[in-house]
């Protein structure tokens, strides 16, 4: 009999006690067998943990380049933590995460300015957005120094992120405790509101940067522990408290944007309950209450921003769908019976993404020109929906945002630890606990 194009096994005919000729493998021959399953199953086992290709693209050569030089940079990186930038205006203390409300101004008409007025869409300059700052330049460090890990093996990067992520989360002195109370706060109106909870967006992006790096000896099994538990504890206060269930409960992107989180957190703390709900919100309340039938967003569209909002709620979506979609509960063919779903979503916004020029709407009052870039929806989409044209689309514009305003509306920095972890989310939602 053939195992492998390059094995033939050689068997004996021998007659058993019952009258039977039975065929028995050669003793050398059956040790060859034997070493052929073990190598077929092992090779079954890599590929597993291997990004997910589609469409002939590897992914890993497109991005190994500027994977590498970011996390040359991470490396270089100081400890990141918000205890370096005291909040005067702050009711909480150095351990707690503060931010302004972002379109919130000193009101002319008083001798103080109090309590502020909104002007949406234009960003308060004075602003306190330092431990906004610290949050993304830890995404930006971990989440290359894991892409450098998955594109190399190699510990350093892994060594590195867990000593970052140690002084951040775990560390007593320095450490972001896990709530989000005084974010956002609008002077003479409220310490700190529900929607502050999109400020931590960007931590989405370090679930799948530890997943990538969790089997290197170079990550401490205490850390890991901790970094679980850590998330496990900011999940909860975003589900049971005021403010996270105001910001559940929104009518536009906010939603999105906090389900994201606690889909990704619980991801890693392997918190099956969650996903599902999760799951359930994009195919309840996400999709039938946000969307419209030509796949477009009205409440993205009615902002001031109207472009960069609807690419920052699709990037989300896509998001969604990377980190919860199953063989067995593909979100990304999931539809509703009018035909809502993300390949409509996509259809509507791919050709404002491929010539912006065609934007039926009127053009963003911020940021216009920055947008966009190599969103994560044309890569995430194109590879599970099969669509090239996505894919190439992607390559084409531009990788790293330089414009701020487009860089704090970007969750993704490293799509390869997403499409990485699409299997190893799986794999860890069933075997883990915080």
């Not at 900011?234 to 049971?240: E, N, Q, R, V």
């Not at 996400?286 to 419209?292: G, H, V």
């Not at 109207?306 to 969604?320: H, M, T, W």
């Not at 699409?422 to 860890?428: H, K, P, V």
């Amino acid at each position: 009999m053939w195992l492998t194009p390059t094995l033939r096994v050689e068997c004996l005919r021998e007659r058993g006690c019952d009258g039977h000729v039975q065929m028995i493998p050669r003793r050398r021959d059956f040790l060859l067998l034997a070493a052929a399953i073990f190598g077929l199953v092992l090779r079954c086992q890599l590929a597993a943990e291997e990004p997910r290709q589609t469409s002939g693209l590897d992914v890993k050569a497109v991005e190994r380049a500027r994977i590498l030089a970011a996390a040359k940079a991470a490396l270089e990186a100081s400890p990141i933590t918000i205890t370096r930038f005291p909040a005067k205006l702050s009711e909480g203390g150095p351990n707690d995460f503060y931010s302004n409300g972002d379109y919130w101004w000193p009101d002319p008409a008083k001798a103080e300015g109090l309590p502020y007025i909104q002007r949406d869409g234009e960003t308060n300059p004075a602003n306190f957005v330092a431990h906004r700052r610290c949050v993304m330049q830890l995404r930006d460090a971990v989440a290359a120094l894991g892409a450098a890990y998955l594109v190399t093996g190699e510990d350093h990067y892994v060594t590195k992120a867990a000593g970052l992520l140690r002084v951040f989360f775990l560390d007593p002195k320095t450490r972001m405790n896990p709530h989000l109370k005084y974010a956002q706060a609008i002077l003479g109106r409220t310490p700190g509101r529900g929607v502050g909870i999109i400020d931590t967006l960007h931590l989405v992006e370090i679930p799948p940067a530890i997943l990538a790096m969790r089997r290197s000896p170079a990550l401490p099994p205490e850390v890991l522990a901790g970094l679980k538990q850590w998330f496990a504890d900011y999940t909860d206060w975003m589900i049971t408290s005021k403010n996270g269930q105001e910001e559940a409960a929104a009518k536009n992107n906010h939603a999105v944007a906090y389900w994201l989180q606690i889909a990704t957190f619980a991801s890693l703390t392997g918190d099956e309950a969650r996903l599902a709900e999760c799951r359930r919100q994009f195919k309840a309340v996400f999709l039938p209450k946000q969307m419209a039938t030509d796949g477009s967003f009205p409440a993205e569209l009615k902002r001031t921003k109207p472009y960069g909002y609807s690419i920052f709620q699709l990037d989300n979506l896509a998001a969604l769908c990377q980190v919860l979609s199953r063989p067995q509960d593909n979100l990304w063919q999931f539809e509703l019976p009018d035909g809502r779903g993300m390949q409509r979503a996509m259809a509507f916004l791919y050709p404002f993404l491929a010539d912006k020029t065609k934007w039926p709407h009127r053009p963003d009052i911020k940021a216009w020109a920055g947008w966009p870039v190599r969103q994560p929806c044309l890569l995430f989409a194109g590879l599970a929906l099969d669509q090239p044209k996505y894919v190439d689309l992607w390559k084409r514009l531009p990788p790293d945002p330089i414009d701020a305003e487009v860089r704090r509306n970007m969750a993704i920095t490293q799509p390869l630890l997403w499409i990485a972890a699409a299997g190893e989310i799986g794999r860890t939602a069933a075997t883990s606990s915080p």
